[in-house]
């Protein structure tokens, strides 16, 4: 079955870093658009970072010039670095993987900022 197992979740204080994989399996994630979400009790899940299976790139604002995106296509691993980490991000972050119709889903890491 397919598998997104990601990992590097944890506390860190604000202004900190972290960075997050999602190492799929029975999927190649060179073929799909990847990408991770996150959800806090309450609220939506909403998308913090895209990457198409074009390389393209896209963020939400909240994180646009402190996330990064990134693939390696050898790992089959898909990366979110956070920098300048802010309390608004404490969360649960998931990992996705879709190509027309289909999604899956990892099951998620916890992400606390907190001094």
């Known amino acids: 079955q397919v598998q997104l197992v990601e990992s590097g979740g944890g506390l860190v204080q604000p202004g900190g870093s972290l960075r997050l994989s999602c190492a799929a399996s029975?999927?190649?994630?060179?073929?799909?658009?990847m990408g991770w979400y996150r959800q806090t009790p309450g609220k939506q899940r909403e998308l913090v970072a895209l990457?198409?299976?074009?390389?393209?790139?896209n963020y939400a604002d909240s994180v646009k010039g402190r996330f990064t995106i990134s693939r390696d296509n050898a790992k089959n691993t898909v990366y979110l670095q956070m920098n300048s980490l802010k309390p608004e991000d404490t969360a649960v972050y998931y990992c996705?993987?879709?190509?027309?119709?289909?999604?899956?889903w990892g099951q998620g890491t916890q992400v606390t900022v907190s001094s």
């Open positions: 996705n993987a879709q190509q027309w119709f289909v999604n899956y």
């Open positions: 029975r999927i190649i994630v060179s073929n799909y658009a």
């Open positions: 990457v198409t299976s074009g390389g393209t790139t």
